[in-house]
């Protein structure tokens, strides 16, 4: 798998161009003076229909707000060095509208030249996906799995955006032997960073004679065992439940829940998005809640790597 630096002088303008600077190439990430950031998204679910609304939410103005204000915090904190929306992008099935309705919602980040990276979730679709935001296909000659793959090496951490999407509008969520041999053997090869995976569905441990339906990742066993197995994977970050809070994993893994950006299953707990501050020895993770007066608004949760 090629590893494509962009050179500091040339960010903006490979950015401008590469714009949503997925795949399965992994895409390295030029140092900065300001302290780096990353925004991190999950569940937008955006429909064709903009005024759409779900639970309370209007999904497309609810992406709006949030972008609006990743752009706020860039004038002055300096821009993140990539946004990513953590799979569940469309609606509900994934269709070639949602994402059509989605990609110019996310234009005035591009416009900046911040990155933007999207993993599927259990409502999302490649194909279509694929055909509005065709620079993150993964190309031809490297697509040995089908899954939508990418690799961002930064200054303190290097992301694995995994594809946990199994069946479209299926809940249970899949990483797949192939996959887990390939992020198996890409850690190998970064082996001397931490290692900060991002994907959509959470890790579900179901009893040995459970026969309920798994609403988590159904390889979770062996997907937490490669986790464990290399020590310098430090948290996974997942969406999915729409309910935001941290766990620790055996193995000192952090497990990051992200809050979604469209609506709530539980209206008491927060939506919006993290700004997570990166840096050698751990994230600094600041919750921007859509709802201002939420109790855990600007609150900041530091968790450090051991
Ligand atoms: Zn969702």
Redesign the pocket.
């Known amino acids: 798998m090629p590893v494509s630096l962009i050179p500091s002088s040339g960010r903006r303008s490979f950015l401008k161009t590469a714009t949503l600077a997925a795949s399965a190439s992994a895409v390295g990430i030029a140092s900065s003076r300001e302290e780096p950031w990353f925004a991190l998204l999950a569940?937008t679910?955006v429909d064709a229909d903009r005024k759409k609304e779900a639970r309370g939410a209007v999904m497309a103005e609810n992406v709006m707000r949030v972008v609006a204000e990743i752009l706020e915090e860039a004038k002055t904190n300096g821009d993140p060095q990539f946004a990513v929306i953590n799979?569940?992008c469309a609606y509900l099935k994934g269709l070639r509208g949602d994402y059509e309705t989605l990609r110019p919602l996310l234009q005035p980040l591009l416009d900046s030249g911040i990155p933007i990276h999207l993993t599927m979730?259990n409502?999302d679709d490649r194909g279509p996906f694929y055909e509005l935001f065709p620079e993150a296909e993964t190309p031809k000659s490297e697509a040995t799995i089908e899954k939508h793959l990418a690799i961002v090496e930064s200054e303190s951490a290097n992301w694995f955006l995994v594809d946990t999407l199994q069946i479209v509008d299926n809940v249970t969520g899949e990483i797949g032997a192939k996959q887990r041999d390939w992020l198996a053997r890409e850690l190998d090869r970064r082996s001397g960073k931490p290692a900060i995976i991002v994907g959509h569905h959470y890790p579900q441990y179901m009893p040995e004679d459970s026969d309920a339906r798994v609403t988590g990742i159904t390889d979770t066993v062996e997907f937490m065992d490669l986790l464990r197995s290399k020590p310098w994977v430090k948290a996974y970050v997942y969406?999915?439940s729409?309910n935001y809070g941290f766990k620790k994993a055996s193995g000192d893994i952090h497990l990051i829940n992200q809050p979604?950006v469209?609506y709530l299953f539980d209206e008491k707990r927060p939506n919006g998005w993290l700004k997570a501050a990166v840096s050698a020895t751990g994230m600094n993770i600041t919750l921007r809640a859509l709802d201002k007066s939420h109790p855990e608004n600007d609150e900041t949760k530091n968790l450090t790597w051991t």
């Open positions: 569940d679910h799979g569940d979730g409502h969406g999915h729409h979604p469209a």
